[in-house]
């Protein structure tokens, strides 16, 4: 299910955060984005530009991840984060061949797609109020749900923008290149945005912190 991979990640995003210097999420994102990798994906990316159904799902099973977790961050909401998750894949069978890979690595592409998707859907989306909802066969001890949603709540205060950032670079572990890339931004602004996003999610986990309840995660300075 999509929306327990993404409670994970983010909870080993909070646990990384408190724990790991600036270099290693960088040495990080660098190891998970290897020549190899990213030659598999250019030739997935060419198959699929020519009606391979395979190529396609192989992008999917690489990227998914990723695309739900951006998602989530734009919609606020697991299960439509789920569904729009499904129409970024469905759209990119459709629209695979404007896709150039001189111009844009294909994860930077997709998340762009994935981005477009989702500003749609929050257009078509009714204004009414949504509660977090977990499914009932989630696993996993109080604790690790408690500051699972702890994280994602401080998130979720966060201007769009700066959430946007903060997600891309820490849990799906794009390079402030990347993230202007896809955001359409330069790159001293999302600097900027990623300064003010980690400043305000410490804040409110600080916040948080001094409520009653407890196993808050904890970001570095």
Not at 5 to 28: N, V, Y
Not at 95 to 116: C, E, M, Q, S
Not at 158 to 176: K, M, S
Request: with cysteine.
């Amino acid at each position: 299910m999509h929306n327990e991979t993404g409670s994970r990640r983010l909870r080993l995003a909070a646990d990384e955060l408190s724990r790991e210097p600036k270099a290693a999420f960088r040495r990080k994102a660098h190891a998970e984005q290897s020549e190899e990798v990213d030659r598999m994906v250019a030739r997935a990316a060419a198959r699929a530009k020519e009606g391979d159904r395979e190529a396609v799902r192989y992008l999917y099973l690489r990227y998914s991840d990723n695309v739900y977790g951006y998602v989530r961050s734009i919609v606020r909401d697991d299960h439509e984060a789920e569904d729009v998750t499904q129409h970024v894949f469905a759209k990119v069978m459709t629209v695979i061949g404007k896709y150039d890979p001189t111009v844009a690595p294909f994860r930077v592409w997709v998340l762009r797609l994935a981005h477009n998707v989702a500003i749609d859907h929050l257009r078509k989306r009714r204004a009414i109020p949504t509660e977090e909802v977990f499914g009932s066969d989630e696993r996993g001890d109080e604790a690790s749900t408690e500051r699972s949603q702890c994280l994602r709540d401080a998130l979720d205060t966060l201007p769009e923008e700066q959430r946007t950032v903060v997600v891309l670079r820490h849990v799906i572990g794009l390079t402030p290149p990347e993230i202007a890339e896809s955001m359409g931004r330069s790159e001293s602004s999302v600097h900027g945005l990623h300064h003010r996003g980690r400043r305000a999610l410490q804040e409110q986990l600080a916040e948080m912190e001094s409520g009653p309840t407890t196993s808050r995660p904890r970001l570095a300075a």
